[in-house]
């Protein structure tokens, strides 16, 4: 199906805008991010000036989206993003004798982080404090582990969940052998 040049330049303002509203990013963030000025990002989401090719490709790289999709007419509710089990990356080094597998999207680093980890029996994950205002949710979905924050400490049991602060030192632990967690790190 060919598109007229007209519906694309008619689309094109808003699902940029789009993009950088989604992303929570100002236009002086997609400026810096993409080399592109303050008011020229501001003209193009107007309407008021058609981009040439590499000012868009400079503006996709910023937002992360996909050049093509940018200009598709299907709606994004109409996608599911899939990262397939053998794609999802892990950290081996961090920690004890365990496995963090990162199931978030990496533009979601720094802000809300969701972490699959399997500990082996006598693992642990020692963590200094992150960002002020950090909290981190635990759901146990095998095993036990030992949760401590700053001075609170807690066991818990398959199917239990925690929250708790992770702006202090804080840490996760395998008790009584291996287990497996759910957590999510949500930065202030």
Same mark, same amino acid.
């Given at each position: 199906?060919?598109?007229?040049?007209?519906?694309?330049?008619?689309?094109?303002?808003?699902?940029?805008?789009?993009?950088?509203?989604?992303?929570?990013?100002?236009?002086?963030?997609?400026?810096?991010?993409?080399?592109?000025?303050?008011?020229?990002?501001?003209?193009?989401?107007?309407?008021?000036? +058609? =981009?040439?090719?590499?000012?868009?490709?400079?503006?996709?790289?910023?937002? $992360?989206? @996909?050049?093509? !999709?940018? *200009?598709d007419?299907?709606?994004?509710?109409?996608?599911?993003?899939?990262?397939?089990?053998?794609?999802?990356?892990?950290?081996?080094?961090?920690?004890?004798?365990?496995?963090?597998?990162?199931? +978030? =999207?990496?533009?979601?680093?720094?802000?809300?982080?969701?972490?699959?980890? $399997?500990? @082996?029996?006598? !693992?642990? *994950?020692?963590?200094?404090?992150?960002?002020?205002g950090?909290?981190?949710?635990?759901?146990?979905?095998?095993?036990?582990?030992?949760?401590?924050?700053?001075?609170?400490?807690?066991?818990?049991?398959q199917?239990?969940?925690?929250?708790?602060?992770?702006?202090?030192?804080?840490?996760?632990?395998?008790?009584? !052998?291996?287990?497996?967690?759910?957590?999510?790190?949500?930065?202030?």
């Amino acid at each position: 199906m060919t598109e007229n040049s007209d519906d694309i330049l008619t689309r094109l303002p808003a699902r940029l805008k789009e993009a950088r509203r989604a992303k929570g990013l100002s236009l002086e963030a997609v400026a810096n991010l993409s080399g592109v000025s303050r008011s020229m990002v501001s003209q193009i989401e107007r309407g008021e000036s +058609s =981009p040439t090719i590499s000012t868009l490709w400079n503006l996709t790289r910023a937002l $992360q989206v @996909d050049f093509a !999709g940018l *200009l598709d007419d299907a709606k994004a509710t109409d996608q599911i993003e899939v990262l397939r089990k053998s794609e999802v990356p892990s950290i081996d080094n961090m920690g004890q004798n365990c496995c963090i597998r990162i199931l +978030s =999207p990496p533009e979601e680093a720094g802000g809300h982080e969701v972490y699959d980890i $399997q500990f @082996d029996d006598n !693992g642990a *994950l020692n963590s200094q404090p992150h960002t002020r205002g950090a909290q981190e949710q635990l759901t146990v979905l095998e095993g036990s582990v030992h949760v401590s924050s700053g001075a609170a400490n807690m066991v818990l049991h398959q199917g239990d969940t925690a929250r708790y602060a992770a702006d202090v030192s804080h840490s996760i632990s395998s008790a009584g !052998g291996p287990a497996r967690v759910f957590l999510i790190v949500k930065n202030a």
